[in-house]
């Protein structure tokens, strides 16, 4: 519905028309038994509708094509989505009309945009000519928007005239996306990114990919290999249906220069950004960025203890060995002593109490460590306590990871 000032006898009509593809015509079934009043007569109806499948008269969707009437019809649009629109001023009189100017601002709930393609006056336009215009935008905002159309001439007698027209539309949002973070043991950061189609209509899925910040290379985890061919996870055909929601999940790992750097990657709270782009029914093309993802960052303490190997499976009361990375994420150098503590079923092997040595800020050492179980299950690696002999400070690793313990007649069948 569009909005016009005290009406006046212009020269000059503007006509807008929103640009969009046509959807398909949707055709109502009326029917019912033959035993009825109306016996066959709603099925031959449907039949000879020109509209309806032949076939299958009775499902709602039908081959035509229909194209908006109006500037309002169909007049909603999805966040992401080109906003197009066709602008022609036409001389109904039957005089010439001088430096005609048209302009097409957009206005925003946060800001006024310039669409015109020109901002140079014609310098005349004779009766029955047109000045056409198509003007193209892709929304970035939610909530209602308003095309606002101004039109300015000059009359042969040089009247200066002006008046412009306002049109209403509404921005929506397609898809809800949630993220979620999971930090593992070493530095590698899991994105998982829940999407959600929150229109009426089922979306083709494109692509779904993540930007990593700069400190990050990422590996997408959403295909399988089947016979030598990397395949989709959610199969061949990528439609997302109306309120479905889909997982993504991501693997970031910390590039190598920053790697080394404990305090740095520490710090990183900026992961990086998703790009998303689909399509609707019949080809609307729409894209999607979203802002910076920052997750919390994890805290690591003065000193970081992570391990680097461990077997998944041991047998019980045999000794298997483990390799620990010890860092130092402090601005201070550290005299470490390393006390390993057995506890109800994780058994240490090897002297306890043993110096480690100085270790300087941001540095790391690696520790090739001996243990056995004696119970079955799933079992925590737990015991181990890094004391600083500057600052008589000692820090307790327990639970650090956890390995399945079996019998060796078990695991050798």
């Not at 006898?9 to 006509?15: G, N, R, S």
């Amino acid at each position: 519905m569009d909005v016009n000032q005290p009406k006046q006898e212009h020269l000059l009509a503007l006509k807008v028309m929103r640009l969009t593809k046509p959807t398909l015509f949707t055709n109502i079934p009326v029917t019912c038994e033959e035993r009825d009043l109306p016996g066959n007569l709603f099925n031959q109806l449907m039949k000879d509708d020109p509209s309806t499948v032949k076939g299958a008269e009775t499902l709602m969707l039908g081959e035509m094509l229909t194209l908006p009437q109006n500037f309002g019809k169909y007049r909603n649009i999805f966040l992401g989505e080109t906003f197009s629109s066709y602008i022609s001023v036409h001389n109904d009189s039957n005089q010439v009309v001088k430096d005609i100017l048209v302009k097409a601002d957009l206005q925003t709930s946060s800001q006024r945009l310039n669409l015109s393609a020109s901002s140079a006056a014609v310098a005349e336009l004779k009766p029955d000519c047109c000045i056409d215009d198509v003007i193209h935008h892709e929304v970035k905002e939610i909530g209602t928007h308003i095309l606002v159309c101004a039109v300015s001439y000059t009359t042969q007698t040089g009247e200066k005239m002006y008046f412009r027209k306002f049109f209403k539309f509404q921005v929506l949002k397609p898809l809800d996306v949630k993220t979620k973070f999971y930090n593992a043991e070493t530095d590698e950061v899991f994105l998982e990114a829940q999407i959600q189609n929150i229109t009426t209509s089922p979306m083709f899925m494109e692509k779904v990919s993540l930007e990593p910040s700069m400190m990050y290379n990422v590996a997408e985890l959403n295909t399988v290999d089947t016979a030598g061919e990397s395949e989709s996870t959610f199969g061949t055909r990528t439609y997302l249906q109306p309120m479905d929601t889909r997982q993504y999940l991501y693997c970031l790992k910390p590039k190598q220069e920053f790697a080394e750097k404990a305090g740095v990657i520490k710090g990183v709270t900026v992961i990086g950004k998703l790009d998303i782009v689909w399509k609707t029914n019949l080809g609307e093309h729409g894209r999607l960025q979203t802002s910076q993802l920052q997750r919390m960052a994890p805290g690591y303490g003065d000193v970081r203890l992570s391990l680097e190997t461990i077997p998944d499976t041991v047998n019980l009361e045999e000794p298997f060995d483990i390799t620990c990375k010890i860092t130092n994420c402090s601005e201070r150098t550290m005299d470490l002593v390393l006390e390993m503590c057995n506890t109800n079923s994780i058994h240490w092997c090897g002297v306890s109490g043993r110096q480690l040595g100085k270790l300087y800020p941001s540095s790391s050492l690696h520790l090739a460590l001996t243990l056995l179980s004696s119970v079955q299950g799933l079992q925590s690696v737990s015991g181990l306590r890094l004391t600083d002999t500057f600052l008589k400070r000692t820090y307790e690793y327990d639970d650090i990871a956890q390995v399945c313990v079996v019998s060796s007649e078990i695991k050798q069948s």
